[in-house]
């Protein structure tokens, strides 16, 4: 979590930006620049290099570092909560471990191995992939690495890549000498993965993928580009500005469809919802630096 350590007094900012600008004969071309900006994008640079500027920046400080043993204890409680079978809660710990555990160190990969194991058993095989292709990019121990070979090649499988799914049933096969186990229980799953390789073909035969489509609204207002002609803007001294139904509104009906100017993640979502983009994801990959900041590549 980061916080302020040095406190704005935000009633007197733009008095003192104004300052800053006019002792620097700055004021009135600032004031011209930021009027011909085009995006909220470029006023919001331009306001920071003049915060920046006027040593008007807050200090922000990390106050929460990331830690090994918070990341092995979260996974360890991921552990626990997919023992028995509560897998949300087991994506939210397993996904607070890796938000704690140092970068590319071998307590990610862990959680990362073991997230994918649960995106595995909802049916999120792209998902799971991206979690097996992560952990194996770290210091993921040589004497598991069989088993997400072989999770990998199970979740192609599933997507109907025949072909991708053979080789990563291969690649394990080959990975069982590695493990820690005795040779008849390595013989045994290599049989078991042999089976797996003999029902493959040689062919991919990817899914139809089902696009995301956004709803229109049911019967386009004329006055309101967003909004149904079912509502109507109105204002009372009362209750202020509102919407109003102008019909008899029916279920399924939809009534305005429009993007946010301006959203923020609540924290309660912070563990399944990516932190840029809102979008729910059970595979998200944190901040290199904060334990907090997560996200969907």
Request: charged share 25%; aromatic share 8%.
């Amino acid at each position: 979590m980061a916080t302020i350590s040095k406190e704005i007094n935000h009633s007197n900012i733009f008095e003192k930006i104004s300052d800053f600008l006019k002792f620097n004969d700055a004021f009135e071309i600032s004031s011209t620049l930021f009027n011909c900006l085009e995006s909220d994008a470029e006023r919001v640079f331009l306001v920071y290099s003049i915060l920046n500027s006027s040593l008007l920046l807050p200090d922000i400080k990390i106050k929460e570092e990331k830690l090994e043993s918070k990341a092995e204890h979260w996974r360890k409680e991921g552990n626990a909560a997919f023992m028995k079978k509560q897998d949300i809660n087991a994506i939210k710990w397993y996904t607070q471990s890796i938000g704690y555990a140092i970068p590319e160190n071998k307590e990610m990969s862990l959680a990362l191995a073991n997230r994918s194991a649960v995106t595995f058993a909802l049916g999120e095989y792209s998902q799971s992939i991206r979690d097996i292709d992560a952990a194996l990019n770290g210091k993921y121990p040589d004497n598991l690495k069989y088993k997400l070979y072989e999770r990998k090649g199970k979740c192609f499988q599933k997507l109907n890549l025949e072909a991708s799914a053979k080789k990563y049933f291969e690649i394990a096969a080959k990975w069982i000498s590695n493990s820690s186990l005795n040779e008849s229980k390595q013989e045994s799953i290599r049989r078991n993965i042999e089976r797996e390789i003999s029902n493959c073909t040689n062919k991919d035969y990817p899914l139809e993928k089902k696009d995301s489509i956004i709803p229109n609204v049911s019967h386009p207002n004329p006055e309101i580009l967003s909004a149904s002609s079912s509502i109507k803007i109105e204002y009372d001294a009362c209750i202020g500005r509102h919407l109003r139904a102008t019909q008899d509104i029916l279920p399924g009906d939809v009534l305005v469809v429009e993007q946010p100017y301006a959203s923020i993640l609540l924290p309660n979502d912070y563990l399944l919802y990516c932190n840029h983009c809102l979008m729910r994801c059970h595979c998200m990959i944190p901040c290199a630096t904060c334990t907090l900041q997560l996200g969907q590549i």
